[in-house]
């Protein structure tokens, strides 16, 4: 029996380059799947091509009233959700402190915090009453080490640590286990655009400059940190819970090769 046989993930930012490699990753582990994020032709598109063991709602997790829809959505279509996958992030604007606007930061904070915190209080409490459950939150290498002219992204992953910390806390006693993994970059169109942003006219040189920082020497693929989630959120991971899950490259032990 395949690891997630019959088990039913709802996973957020699904149509971007690691929540498509969730998607995957998880049904190739049994699992069905419920696909959210903002594009609806990206979305129907995707679940038709994976097949009948999906479903698919358009919503901005920012938005309480669009995830709760979303979430009933896949209870109605599945009955249950038994791994919460809260993926969905934006990297926001590339500016030092004094010039990044109010409205960038909230955007970022509303998006990458608040998103996972309706994800959560929509999550655990269903979880709750079907006895369990298993929620990972992507973060980032972001939510361990700062970035200069990233303050809104890294504080929104710090945040998304924090929102875990609490979330494992109270799900420990109801057989909830939450986590979260935290990748450096990733080949994605995330990381390309946090190049084009910070050098427009030489994104290839912030990305050498990066690549020179991660001592494996190379950014990270989608189906790499893909594999950690669907770990954490299946079974097998079964005594990890509060954890912050470095997919890194070894980033974040220190510097050099
Ligand atoms: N790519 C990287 O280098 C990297 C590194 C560390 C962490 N991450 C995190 O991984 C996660 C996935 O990013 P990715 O690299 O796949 O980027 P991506 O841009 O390919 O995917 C992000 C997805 O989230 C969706 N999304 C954005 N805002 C949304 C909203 N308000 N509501 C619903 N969906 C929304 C987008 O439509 C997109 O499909 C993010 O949380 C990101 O912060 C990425």
Same mark, same amino acid.
């Given at each position: 029996m395949r690891r997630s046989q019959g088990k039913v993930a709802l996973v957020t930012g699904a149509t971007g380059g690691i929540g498509m490699a969730v998607v995957r990753r998880l049904m190739d582990d049994g699992a069905k799947v419920f696909l959210v994020d903002?594009? !609806?032709?990206?979305? /129907?598109a995707q679940s038709e091509a994976l097949g009948d063991e999906t479903g698919w709602a358009v919503a901005d997790v920012s938005d309480e009233a669009g995830m709760a829809r979303a979430v009933e959505a896949a209870?109605?279509?599945?009955?249950?959700?038994? &791994?919460?996958?809260?993926n969905a992030g934006i990297e926001g604007k590339?500016?030092?402190l004094g010039e990044l606007a109010v409205a960038d930061f909230d955007r970022v904070m509303a998006v990458n915090v608040r998103g996972v915190f309706l994800g959560l209080s929509l999550? &655990?409490?269903l979880m709750r009453r079907q006895g369990g459950g298993a929620i990972v939150i992507t973060s980032s290498v972001a939510g361990i080490r700062g970035s200069a002219g990233l303050a809104a992204y890294v504080a929104s992953k710090h945040a998304a640590v924090?929102? &875990?910390?609490?979330? =494992?806390? !109270?799900? =420990? /006693?109801? $057989?909830? /286990?939450? $986590?979260?993994?935290n990748p450096a970059p990733v080949d994605t169109r995330m990381i390309r655009a946090l190049e084009a942003g910070i050098r427009p006219?030489?994104?290839?040189?912030? /990305? =050498?400059?990066?690549? =020179?920082?991660?001592?494996m020497g190379r950014y990270g693929k989608p189906e790499e940190v893909a594999e950690m989630i669907a770990f954490l959120a299946s079974d097998a991971a079964g005594y990890c819970t509060g954890g912050i899950y470095t997919v890194d490259g070894g980033y974040t032990t220190g510097t050099g090769r």
């Open positions: 903002l594009d !609806e032709q990206a979305l /129907r209870t109605a279509r599945f009955g249950r959700i038994d &791994m919460g996958l809260l590339i500016a030092p999550l &655990m409490p924090g929102l &875990m910390k609490s979330a =494992a806390l !109270e799900g =420990a /006693r109801h $057989n909830i /286990r939450v $986590n979260t993994v006219d030489d994104p290839d040189a912030i /990305r =050498a400059k990066l690549v =020179a920082g991660i001592p």
